[in-house]
């Protein structure tokens, strides 16, 4: 059964970086799968952090944060940098095939994750 596994989060300093990883199992095609990184914290909605194309094989830049697949690894990266206290959350990817002239950013997301922990705490 198709399904992701996040992992990478965990406790950092205020101004470390973290590289989070998503790895996609059961999926046939990964390089036709628009990955989308998203965060929630308690009482608030969730939002899309970054996300990647099909088939991008370059890394995308959002502020502090880059995105990258692996296609051979069936894997999605999220390097964070300068992390700051607001970044805590739950971060969930998950995974969608665009429809024709629809994109990562406005997708519906079919797959999601259990989610990865990140806490930024001096």
């Known amino acids: 059964q198709a399904h992701l596994v996040e992992s990478g989060g965990g406790l950092v300093q205020p101004g470390r970086s973290l590289r989070l990883s998503c790895v996609a199992h059961g999926f046939t095609g990964f390089d036709y799968w628009a990955i989308g990184w998203f965060r929630q914290t308690p009482g608030k909605e969730r939002e899309m952090v970054s996300c990647?194309?099909?088939?991008d094989d370059g890394t995308a830049m959002k502020g502090r944060f880059a995105i990258s697949r692996d296609d051979a690894k069936n894997t999605v990266y999220l390097q964070m940098n300068d992390l700051k206290p607001e970044d805590t959350a739950v971060y969930y990817c998950?995974?969608?095939?665009?429809?024709?002239?629809?994109?990562?950013?406005?997708?519906?997301?079919?797959?999601w994750g259990q989610g990865t922990q990140v806490t930024v705490s001096s």
């Open positions: 998950a995974s969608s095939i665009p429809k024709e002239g629809y994109f990562c950013y406005d997708t519906q997301y079919a797959y």
């Open positions: 990647i194309n099909p088939r």
